[in-house]
């Protein structure tokens, strides 16, 4: 398979699950976070994903958000590393590229 070929997207629609929390990082770089619970589609249960947004616009829409709204969300997803005692830790995320309010 050619990599031209390749694609990360993701879309979601799901509610706000607690507060977001906006972040600084030792670089500087700021990133808001939160949780989006999303029915699964194939059988009883539920998801929750983690969302981080960059963008200044994005970063201020998502403190806005109340717990419980209905929310659309764009972006892709990527996997985050990070130092945690003698080892390195990892997750996924989704980096929000769009919000959407329902």
Same mark, same amino acid.
């Given at each position: 398979?050619?990599e031209?070929?390749?694609?990360? =997207? ?6 706000? +699950?607690? *507060?977001a /929390? %906006?972040k ?18 194939d059988r009883?249960?539920?998801?929750t994903f983690?969302i981080?947004v960059?963008? =200044?616009?994005?970063?201020?829409r998502?403190l +806005?958000? *109340?717990? /419980? %709204?209905?929310?659309?969300v764009k972006g892709?997803?990527?996997r ?9 830790a ?7 590229r769009e919000l959407?309010r329902?």
């Amino acid at each position: 398979m050619s990599e031209d070929l390749s694609k990360n =997207s993701v879309f979601l629609i799901g509610r706000v +699950s607690g *507060d977001a /929390e %906006e972040k600084e990082l030792p670089s500087g770089d700021k990133v808001v976070e939160f949780r989006l619970v999303v029915a699964r589609d194939d059988r009883d249960g539920y998801d929750t994903f983690d969302i981080a947004v960059w963008k =200044s616009m994005l970063r201020k829409r998502a403190l +806005s958000l *109340d717990e /419980e %709204e209905w929310l659309e969300v764009k972006g892709v997803l990527r996997r985050r590393f990070w130092r945690q005692g003698p080892g390195v830790a990892s997750r996924w995320q989704v980096e929000g590229r769009e919000l959407n309010r329902i």
